[in-house]
């Protein structure tokens, strides 16, 4: 802080400015800022923005561009970044964008169900912490006063799923410009078009309201290639990948900060105390949302043999469609399995009735998941599918049942959902489980806020630890000491 002359600071008090001294100086602030000056010109309100849409032929020139963009960013104001960030909700939430990217997700990938992407994005429109997450810790004492905060990365470089792409690009934009920081996308190719109009909105948003250009960006041509110039670029501070384990590894072995949000398979069992009818109905509607694409949607039962017939009975009556002829469940499985025993990528985020439709089965309208009894080791309950398929694995009690989902749920530490009124069993399997979220007696996507408390994450670090993301993961702790003085109790 600039040293006002003529108030000297004697030690061990406070230094007192008198009243004239003081109305000089906040004239002269206000001054400032009225004008634009001290602040970078794109951040005043009244400057002309540098309208560029953030898209770059080569990552390189993105790199750079986004290395610019956060140096200016870094003398934006607390309130510039909240109406940025509001912006990026706006933009997003104005009804003809948000049907636009949704429609165009599920016409360039060939996954997913339209109407649950509005629901999507819009959840992570409206629903991703801001720069409310960025809550400053005190400390004073007779030494004085220190301040923790949470303090930018620099440049993000974030890799996104086909899975999910507009919907990450939302929340990592907000979280991570909420924290200070510009973002590079690396999005999935199969993803490419969705993705550059994502960016390309959150731009032009972001350029009316003045911020530094730059501070989301990607490239036209997004490709494995342009994925590992990212990684290795040494301007870049900290990656995320939210994807499968192929690039969780990959990020972790760049040797800088790195988030992995990575596979999940999520179980969901259901005990003799459940409400069985409630149960039955939420996990048919978690399996099928979005067409089983969410990396938290239900992908395979465990349920107690007390309960198991009811729970078919009244999932049929949900829209689960049954099978039970080996012969139709081995077309199934020749259909959506690899070679190798991992899903078939033009099987994933298709519909129950689609699929169905490929082994000859002509379902009615309102089949919405194809359910079927399987013992634990079958791919179907081992692996991550992303397809409305779900198998149920039938136990002797809930002990047993416990044990089965962590077994099938491989250690990824994702999400899991319980069916029960046992307080007890809920607490076990929560503490033996340790996965980032844990839905007790609703449908999966509760656990992303939809339908149940808490806040939007569409990257859920599971493997490196950060488990939900939020602004205050994109940001590094610092510390700011004043030595003798301010506390004032
Ligand atoms: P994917 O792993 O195929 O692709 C994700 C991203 O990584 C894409 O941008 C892709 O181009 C890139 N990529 C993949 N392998 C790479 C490599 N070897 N080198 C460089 N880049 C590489 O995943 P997907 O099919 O797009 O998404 C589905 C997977 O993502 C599922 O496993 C799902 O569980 C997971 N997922 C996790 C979360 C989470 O929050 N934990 C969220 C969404 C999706």
Redesign the pocket.
């Given at each position: 802080m600039a040293r006002v002359q003529g108030a000297s600071k004697p030690r061990g008090r406070i230094n007192v400015m008198d009243d004239g001294l003081i109305a000089e100086v906040v004239a002269q602030v206000l001054k400032d800022f009225a004008s634009g000056a001290g602040v970078p010109a794109a951040c005043s309100t009244g400057a002309a923005p540098a309208a560029g849409e953030g898209i770059f032929d080569n990552m390189d020139d993105a790199v750079e561009a986004a290395v610019v963009a956060q140096r200016d960013y870094l003398l934006c104001t607390m309130a510039d970044r909240r109406r940025f960030v509001e912006g990026i909700r706006e933009v997003i939430l104005q009804q003809d964008n948000l049907e636009r990217i949704s429609r165009l997700s599920v016409d360039e990938t060939g996954m997913g169900f339209y109407e649950h992407k509005l629901i999507k994005n819009r959840l992570a429109a409206e629903k991703t912490p801001g720069t409310e997450d960025l809550v400053t810790e005190a400390l004073s004492g007779d030494a004085g006063l220190t301040l923790v905060e949470f303090s930018p990365f620099g440049v993000i470089g974030a890799?996104?799923?086909?899975?999910?792409?507009t919907?990450?690009i939302i929340c990592n934009s907000i979280g991570m410009l909420a924290a200070g920081n510009s973002v590079v996308f690396?999005?999935?190719?199969?993803?490419t078009e969705v993705s550059l109009l994502t960016v390309r909105l959150i731009n032009r948003k972001l350029a009316c309201l003045g911020a530094p250009a730059n501070l989301v960006v990607t490239v036209s041509k997004?490709?494995?290639d342009n994925?590992?110039v990212l990684?290795a670029h040494p301007k870049i501070r900290m990656l995320v990948?939210?994807?499968?384990?192929?690039?969780?590894?990959?990020v972790m072995s760049t040797g800088k900060k790195a988030i992995?949000?990575?596979?999940?398979?999520p179980p969901v069992v259901v005990d003799e105390t459940a409400d069985i009818g409630k149960a039955a109905c939420d996990i048919v509607n978690g399996c099928s949302f979005d067409n089983n694409?969410?990396?938290?949607a239900e992908k395979e039962i465990v349920a107690v043999a007390g309960i198991a017939d009811r729970l078919i009975a009244e999932m049929k009556k949900n829209g689960a469609y049954e099978l039970t002829d080996q012969a139709v469940i081995r077309k199934l499985e020749k259909l959506v399995l690899t070679d190798k025993g991992g899903p078939q990528?033009s099987c994933?985020g298709k519909s129950a009735k689609w699929l169905l439709g490929q082994i000859g089965i002509t379902a009615p309208d309102c089949a919405k998941v194809i359910l079927m009894e399987l013992p634990k080791e079958h791919p179907f309950v081992q692996e991550?599918l992303?397809m409305p398929i779900l198998p149920l694995v039938r136990v002797a009690d809930v002990d047993e049942a416990i044990a089965v989902a962590i077994e099938v749920e491989h250690g990824?530490r994702?999400t899991a959902i319980m069916h029960s009124t046992n307080v007890c069993k809920l607490t076990k399997m929560a503490k033996l489980i340790q996965t980032?979220i844990f839905v007790k007696n609703g449908p999966s996507y509760a656990g992303i806020g939809a339908g149940g408390e808490g806040y939007a994450?569409?990257?859920?670090?599971?493997?490196t630890g950060e488990g939900l993301?939020s602004a205050r993961t994109f940001a590094r702790r610092r510390k700011c000491v004043m030595v003798e003085a301010l506390d004032v109790r």
């Open positions: 890799i996104t799923p086909t899975t999910n792409p919907e990450t690396s999005p999935h190719p199969r993803a997004p490709s494995i994925t590992n990684m990948a939210t994807g499968g384990p192929a690039i969780v590894k990959a992995g949000a990575g596979a999940g398979n694409l969410p990396c938290i990528t994933v991550e992303m990824n994702h980032t994450t569409f990257t859920i670090a599971g493997p993301t």
